[in-house]
């Protein structure tokens, strides 16, 4: 499931954009360490908001109300744990018994502070608008290089995609080529062995009736000699009967 959008009100963002303003100039711009007005910036917006935050939406809000403050993750997670540590220490309370003694302090010139803050609202009200104008470009300019970074991204991924696709075509396309070509090296081998299973045939058929043939003249040879040999053994017979005949004839001369 994921998680609502995080945005601030008009009101928070305003108050957050006059409270930024003097931290962005109590603390310079240091790369080196950006601790001091990140701690500020954090509790700044606790108190806008009574709320701690994930390093995320620290980053985003940096991004928005504080560009060119680019803290690690890292640093952002410890000022984070630091500030709440520091949010949850309960107020010392007084000893039992004991009274606190009233602190002494100067009367303020109420009429000089109020000339002095009715002269700087003009000054006040235009940094302001000043600054919720250019955080609020800042978070456009920041939101449009997201925007620009994730369609160059998906761009990039499309075109990859596109490779991927055309590559698979191609290979799809050369195989149903090889299997086409394999399927008629088959359909070729197929009609090659039915037509040698045809010539087996015929010459199966011609050797059976060749075997017909020899078995056909071979009886018919037998017949033939055993008829010979009957001719034979009867010329025989009459030969011996006429050599019997002449020995009679001539004994009786």
Do not use: C
Request: hydrophobic share 40%; net charge positive; proline share 6%.
């Amino acid at each position: 499931m994921s998680r609502p959008p995080f945005s601030l009100s008009d009101d928070q963002a305003r108050e957050l954009v006059q409270r930024v303003v003097p931290l962005l100039d109590r603390h310079p711009v240091d790369p080196r360490d950006h601790r001091p007005f990140l701690r500020a910036f954090m509790r700044a917006v606790y108190e806008v908001t009574n709320k701690l935050y994930g390093p995320d939406i620290y980053r985003r809000l940096l991004r928005a109300y504080a560009p060119g403050r680019n803290p690690s993750t890292s640093t952002i997670a410890i000022e984070k744990d630091a500030l709440e540590r520091e949010l949850t220490v309960p107020t010392p309370s007084l000893p039992a018994g004991s009274v606190q003694q009233p602190m002494v302090a100067a009367v303020p010139d109420i009429a000089a502070i109020r000339a002095m803050f009715t002269e700087s609202m003009p000054q006040f009200a235009r940094l302001a608008a000043q600054a919720g104008r250019d955080a609020q470009v800042d978070y456009l300019n920041a939101r449009l290089r997201e925007a620009e970074r994730a369609t160059s991204e998906a761009r990039a991924q499309a075109a990859r995609l596109a490779s991927e696709v055309q590559a698979q075509t191609a290979r799809a396309d050369l195989l149903a080529r090889e299997l086409a070509a394999s399927q008629a090296i088959h359909a070729q081998q197929q009609q090659t062995l039915a037509g040698l299973t045809e010539e087996l045939k015929g010459q199966r058929l011609f050797a059976m009736q060749s075997i017909e043939m020899g078995r056909a003249e071979t009886r018919f040879a037998k017949e033939r000699s055993a008829e010979l040999q009957s001719k034979i053994d009867r010329l025989e017979m009459t030969i011996d009967q006429l050599r019997m005949a002449r020995g009679v004839h001539g004994g009786m001369r």
